[in-house]
């Protein structure tokens, strides 16, 4: 018999990965040919990217901001997720060559609809994330608050002007116009309690206080959203699928 050859895929980090340990405890749950080998790239990011073809293995995960935006610069082959946000965080080897992506606002996106807020209106709270058009192309409406109105204001030119919603701060204006949205959005700065309804869902990109689970009826944590996130990065890169559940720490 056989054995069949184990696929390999590489994690690119700059320092030390925070993937590494949910993807090996989901790997470990299953009986799978696939191996992840750990890479530090550092200065010489190009030759590890150039490398994955003639080295046999079949992508690479990468992980923080300045290694994802200099991927971006290092590949010929992007896909339309990578140059919106001009970075990649997942490469993969097609006919010879490396080809990369952005999978982060992808997967946030279909997590949204997959929790049923596919045309759903939207509050987003605090900072924008790389790939914003991606992540709410199925949203109807998106309004925004962060803490001055000119940031706000530029937040929403990046979405398309149908979906473009109110500009808000805080106050009686905000509480009011999140009475109208179906999910918040949550990544970073002051999260009102008021603001939330006990019909609302929240995305959370970061942790907010605990109570505002409790009031929500729906809740997507950061936590989860990053187990989803990795779940998709592997799919892309190696087709294996494997649920969220599985990328525990």
């Known amino acids: 018999m056989i054995e069949k050859k184990a696929q390999c895929i590489a994690l690119m980090s ?5 993937w590494n340990a949910s993807l090996r405890a989901a790997l470990a749950l299953h ?7 750990d890479s530090f790239p550092s200065e010489r ?23 994802q ?4 610069e290092e590949l010929p082959r992007v896909e339309a997720e990578a140059r919106e946000a001009s970075m990649v965080d997942a490469v993969k080897v097609q006919f010879r060559e490396a080809q990369g992506t952005f ?24 900072r924008a994330v790389p790939g914003l058009r991606t992540l709410l192309r199925t949203a109807s409406k998106v309004s925004v608050m962060q803490p001055n109105l000119p940031s706000a204001e530029a937040f929403l030119q990046q979405l398309p002007a149908p979906q473009r919603g109110q500009a808000v701060t805080a106050g009686a204006a905000a509480e009011a116009l999140a009475s109208e949205v179906d999910l918040v959005v949550y990544n970073g700065g002051v999260l009102p309690m008021s603001l939330l309804q006990p019909y609302h869902g929240l995305f959370a990109f970061v942790e907010p206080q605990q109570d505002a689970y409790l ?16 779940s998709r990065l592997l799919y ?3 087709g294996i699928d494997l649920p969220p559940e599985d990328f525990v720490e």
Do not use: C
């Not at 150039?50 to 990468?62: D, H, S």
């Not at 009031?215 to 990795?230: C, E, G, K, N």
């Open 45 to 67: 990011l190009h030759e590890a990217l150039y490398g994955l073809y003639p080295l046999g293995l079949a992508g690479a995960l990468i992980e923080g901001e300045g290694l």
């Open 31 to 37: 009986d799978l040919h696939l191996q992840i080998l």
């Open 236 to 238: 892309w890169v190696s």
């Open 103 to 126: 999978i982060f606002p992808d997967a946030a996106r279909s997590l949204l609809e997959n929790s049923g807020y596919r045309g759903g209106r939207i509050l987003w709270v605090g």
């Open 14 to 18: 700059e320092g030390g990965s925070r």
């Open 215 to 230: 009031i929500v009826d729906q809740a997507i944590s950061p936590d989860y959203f990053r187990r989803y996130y990795l």
């Open 69 to 72: 935006k200099r991927a971006m």
